[in-house]
């Protein structure tokens, strides 16, 4: 089991700057993929960012690319995600998930959550 904590959301002006954190204790962090996801009211749950367990590959979903940045450390147990040039259209809550010996790309089954953080980017 792992208990994943999310930091670092808050109300940014569009065109600022976020770094979310993702803190995992419970049981070593090594061989879980980490994945950001994110889901806006009224809307599905989405991807936005995923790394694999080593560092060595990461993905981003196709409104992110170029913004965002994906990071993690594995002696700390902490995946944080840069977040550059907010567009009022990132307003969500986000959420850390992590997968078991998975690559960190979507589509997979996240087997642990945390349980959210809200961003607010204002126009």
């Known amino acids: 089991q792992i208990q994943l904590v999310e930091s670092g959301g808050g109300l940014v002006q569009a065109g600022g700057s976020l770094r979310l954190s993702c803190a995992a204790s419970g049981r070593t962090f090594i061989r879980y993929a980490t994945g950001w996801f994110r889901q806006a009211p009224g809307r599905e749950r989405e991807f936005v960012a995923g790394?694999?367990?080593?560092?060595?590959?990461?993905y981003y979903a196709d409104s992110v690319k170029g913004r965002f940045t994906i990071s993690r450390d594995n002696a700390a147990n902490l995946v944080s995600l840069q977040m550059n040039s907010l567009k009022p259209e990132d307003t969500a809550v986000y959420y850390c998930?992590?997968?078991?010996?998975?690559?960190?790309?979507?589509?997979?089954?996240?087997?642990?959550w945390g349980q959210g953080t809200q961003v607010t980017v204002s126009s």
């Open positions: 998930a992590a997968d078991s010996g998975g690559p960190g790309t979507p589509g997979r089954k996240y087997e642990f």
């Open positions: 790394i694999h367990w080593t560092g060595s590959a990461t």
